[in-house]
């Protein structure tokens, strides 16, 4: 099995895109992550759905889960209204990673090494034609357990 018999279309995003707008992407389509693309449409970074959190919670809540228990319902059903003015660029972390980004011959364990390795709950697929679409963990799992 190779990753091209695993890939699907997926998503994209640019470091301008609003992050709500990523966020009712990551929500509508039951995502992990996104692909951020550059310019050219080549991937530059992946957007895990964790990041839109981290993004959203403020800080004293993550530091301190205590905190957020003590944040009426009211308010903290509303947490995610934080990333109104947000862009994809903010949701990224500032120090660099590896890009899960393999090529279409990669085999499950490949892909899976680069999940683990990068923390990356899906592996950007590029091809000669550039872009190809993602594999997800779900569907590495799925094909992993299936074996």
Known sequence: MRAR???????????????????????????????????????????????????AVPGY??????????????????FLRVLADRTVREALPREKRELPVTDPDATVLEIAALMARTHSPLVAVVGERGLEGAVTLQALMDRALSA
């Open 61 to 78: 809540c993550q530091d301190d889960p205590a905190l957020a228990r003590v944040i009426d319902e009211a308010h903290a059903d509303t």
């Open 5 to 55: 018999d695993l890939l699907v279309p997926f998503p994209t995003v640019t470091l301008d895109t609003p992050v709500a707008e990523a966020a009712r992407l990551l929500a509508d389509q039951d995502l992990p992550g996104l692909i951020v693309v550059d310019g050219d449409g080549m991937p530059s970074s992946i957007l895990p759905g964790t990041q839109v959190l981290r993004l």
